[in-house]
């Protein structure tokens, strides 16, 4: 069975790390939708079906960065180029509709009992976000976690380059570390440097059900609480 939720397993290699990386939206805090409707607030001048299009779209590519998924969708839906200017505009408008909502966004269950339990006691954390970092550092402080981490990676870089400048800044092997995700952009990031992944919510264990291997993924953290 590829996808096995093995909570003695989990704990075991967590501790064994030094370096714990997080993504953002849907791993600490539960704001895909957010997100999710704000690219349809953004689209929805364009009709239902490109609306209905984009979120499809959205849904099923988490972890990319909204740069990517606007010129995508300029490009692809609307059959239109979209020059740098513009770009910055709608990620600006993008940010004005989710900040205060994702600031106020519920924890993923049991995140922030984790977080005080691993970080800056049993290794180094830090964070991994498609979001612009100016964005998810402030959302980060705002929510009051910035404590727990050490740095903190955002786009326009990708997550792979994020996870290279993360080795080089810890001079770390990718082995020291695990990449907890809920996207398959995390696990195919993680996969690339060759770094152990752990997926967090019911989405990303139906991404993996089909890939050769046996992935750790759990609805939350409510069993990765070490209780011994």
Sequence with gaps: MPVISDPNKAIDLIKSKRILVFDFDGVLADSVEVKTKAFAEIYKTYGCDVVERVV??????????RYDKFKYYHNTFLEKEIDENALNNLSELFSNIVVDKVVSSNEITNS???????????SVSVINSATPTN??????NARGIGSFFEEIYGSPSSKVENLI???NSFSIDY???VFFGDAKSD?????TVGMDFIGIGEGIANLLKNVEGQWLVFDDFSELIDRS
């Design 135 to 140: 964005e998810i550092v402030k959302i980060i």
């Design 112 to 122: 922030e009992s984790f977080l005080k339990q691993y970080c800056k006691k049993e």
């Design 165 to 167: 400048k993360i080795k």
């Design 175 to 177: 082995t020291d570390g």
């Design 56 to 65: 499809k779209h959205h849904r099923e590519n988490g972890g990319v960065s």
């Design 187 to 191: 696990f195919d990031a993680a996969q």
